[in-house]
């Protein structure tokens, strides 16, 4: 039986970590503007799909206002990357704020109602937050304690539902997803995986 050698084993080996390293970096991030891209579903179990990319990802709505005007949006979050901050880049009308509600899994767990008691992360967007990351500030209403949303830091690989609603005034607004990598460097990774080879190649002798 041919063994293959060390050079070709380091080459590979080589090739493979770097092919890992980078799969987390493919997805480029996104900017969505309901006024060029489409609107946003107001459905809750067929939500916008959109998928974070490593640095800022962009997304600028408009809600008319009324219980009916909903953005429901299924944030899905890759293997290797991971939300570090969801800041307020600017905020125009609502009555006394927006709700920006996060939950875990690609959907609501039950249809947007003033009656909703699934637990559920919630901010409020208002003018006065532009320039705040709202992500340290989700709290879970009545349990303040319980995770994950009790100073939630990061928003890690999975799929979230985010529900937009402005029941008052009409508003718009404008969110940055920002992400950043859970993966180590690409030279650090090789010479992890370089590292595990010289051990592999040891005990073969």
Do not use: H
């Amino acid at each position: 039986m041919n063994i293959p050698s060390n050079n070709f084993l380091k080459r590979n080996l080589v090739i493979c970590s770097l092919a890992f390293a980078s799969s987390a970096f493919a997805q480029t991030p996104f900017n969505f503007d309901e006024s060029t891209s489409g609107d946003l579903s107001d459905a809750y179990l067929a939500p916008t799909p959109l998928t974070v990319g490593l640095g800022n990802n962009i997304l600028t709505g408009a809600l008319s206002g009324g219980t009916n005007d909903l953005d429901l949006i299924e944030l899905i979050v890759p293997e290797g990357l991971e939300v570090t901050g969801i800041r307020l880049l600017d905020f125009e009308g609502g009555l006394n704020g927006s709700f920006l509600l996060v939950q875990p899994g690609s959907t609501l767990s039950a249809a947007p109602s003033n009656s909703f008691r699934d637990p559920i992360g919630f901010s409020i967007l208002s003018p006065g937050g532009i320039g705040t990351d709202v992500l340290p500030t989700l709290i879970l209403p009545g349990v303040p304690t319980l995770a994950p949303f009790f100073g939630v830091d990061t928003l890690t690989a999975g799929s979230y539902a985010i529900w937009l609603n402005e029941t008052g005034a009409a508003s718009t607004y404008s969110l940055q997803f920002e992400t950043a990598s859970t993966i180590p460097e690409p030279s650090t990774t090789v010479l992890v995986a370089l590292a595990t080879l010289s051990l592999f190649s040891r005990r073969r002798r």
